[in-house]
């Protein structure tokens, strides 16, 4: 729970501004956006499919591959050194050991051709330095921390021989095996069933707790929050619209865009006579082709004059920031 109380910033991102530089046009995929991340926090960042999301935290390693690029005012502190003034070599010690990230599909962190056990044993070897025996112990160990029946049998599987239920905890266990400060998750139960999916939520819950960790939870779906996460941060077209403690941004919406998503999450009953669910009109914009004022006008039930015009600054309501003319 965010109390209040101060904890020390882990993580310090300012100004971070990421753009794709295509043929013709710009996609300003994430504008200028600043945030922290405090210790032992799980911070959300919710938003439609193409809000800028994955591309925030690809960029907090600087993953981002051509023609993407990241502005050169962008600064991510993490234990009051820049990543993005870092060196190559430099990052790869902190990428996978200091700060590891866990992704949608299994298959993206792990190779077909080798050993479930293998590989999380390899990344112990050249993070942690530890003897093949050691790394190939420790390995069954972390498998069984995050709940995998006959863990020392399941290390000498190939991916392709569990379930994907199965596969995602394994993921996460590559990802924790080292320990990690942070824990960066991009949708990571996208693919999976509401029932494994939930499992999983618990399973993150816990081993980030466990071991004092913080994480950076990336979704589209805001429905998953309550009850995990500390702090949501709600994205559009780049942008943070609305940020604040998870309870109230979920019961109390700031933003008409939170609302709109809020209110687009299927409920028992409430859509029983209505014959099709709420889904909010219109479509994320191209990020390289922004409406003017507020990207969100568009599509907003409450745009006024004003918000066609000029954009809104994001400004503190509370505990909680919003940027809507309406607040202001
Ligand atoms: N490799 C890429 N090349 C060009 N545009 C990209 C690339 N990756 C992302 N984008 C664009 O950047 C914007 C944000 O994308 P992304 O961060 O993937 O959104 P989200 O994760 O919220 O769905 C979108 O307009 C998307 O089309
Ligand atoms: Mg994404």
Known sequence: MNT???TKDILDVQNLS???NMVGHTVRAVDDISFSLNGREILAIAGESGSGKSATILSLLRLIQPPGEISGASRVFFEGEDLLGMSEAELDRVRG??????FQEPSASFNPLFTVGAQIAEVLRVHL???RIESLRRAAEVLAQVHIPNADKRAKDFPFQLSG?????AMIALALACAPRILLADEPTTALDPTTSMRILDLLKERTSAAGMSMIFVTHDLE???GFADRIMVMYAGRIFESGPADSLLEEPLHPYTRDLLAAIPRPGVFKDSGRLYSIQGRVPDAGRRPEGCAYHPRCSRAVERCRAEEPALIRKGSSFVRCH???
């Open 129 to 131: 330095k530890l003897s």
């Open 4 to 6: 209040g109380v101060t």
């Open 326 to 328: 309406v607040h202001e």
């Open 18 to 20: 990421t753009r794709f």
């Open 165 to 169: 239920g199965m596969l995602q905890r």
């Open 97 to 102: 050991k200091s700060i590891s990230m866990i």
């Open 224 to 226: 998953l929050l309550s």
